[in-house]
């Protein structure tokens, strides 16, 4: 993970996405810590939180993982090991892989 501010680029992407994609995502698309992406939001008041809609739609591993954290921490802990990486799910994911996906989490 890096240790250094963001670069322009990276803040005008974190400012564009966030609210529509998860933190998650976002840090792991920048290779960085979720921490690092939540504390940059927080100082400059944009806000992270995404639309239960837009997870439901297009990430629904990151809704499944919020509901088993709030439900049971252990079940969570379970998740981490299955836990899809954003590369699969993420911004840059073909079409097909995507609804795959989708076809996976309406079946579990």
């Known amino acids: 993970m890096k240790s250094r501010p963001f670069s322009q680029m990276e803040e005008k992407y974190i ?3 966030a609210g529509k994609v998860p ?3 976002m840090s792991e698309q920048l290779g960085c810590e979720v921490r690092k992406v939540r ?4 100082t400059r008041k944009i806000a992270t939180k995404v639309p239960t ?3 439901r ?3 629904p591993e990151v809704l499944k993982e ?6 049971s921490p252990k079940l969570s802990e379970s998740l981490e090991t299955t836990k899809i990486s954003s590369q699969e799910f993420g911004v840059s994911t ?4 995507f609804e795959r996906l989708l076809n996976v989490a309406r079946h579990s």
Do not use: M, P
């Not at 073909?94 to 892989?97: F, V």
């Open 15 to 17: 400012k564009r996405a």
């Open 66 to 71: 919020r509901r088993c954290r709030k439900a």
């Open 57 to 59: 739609q297009h990430y």
């Open 39 to 42: 504390d940059f939001c927080g």
């Open 94 to 97: 073909k079409l097909a892989e």
């Open 53 to 55: 809609e837009i997870l």
């Open 23 to 25: 933190v998650l995502v």
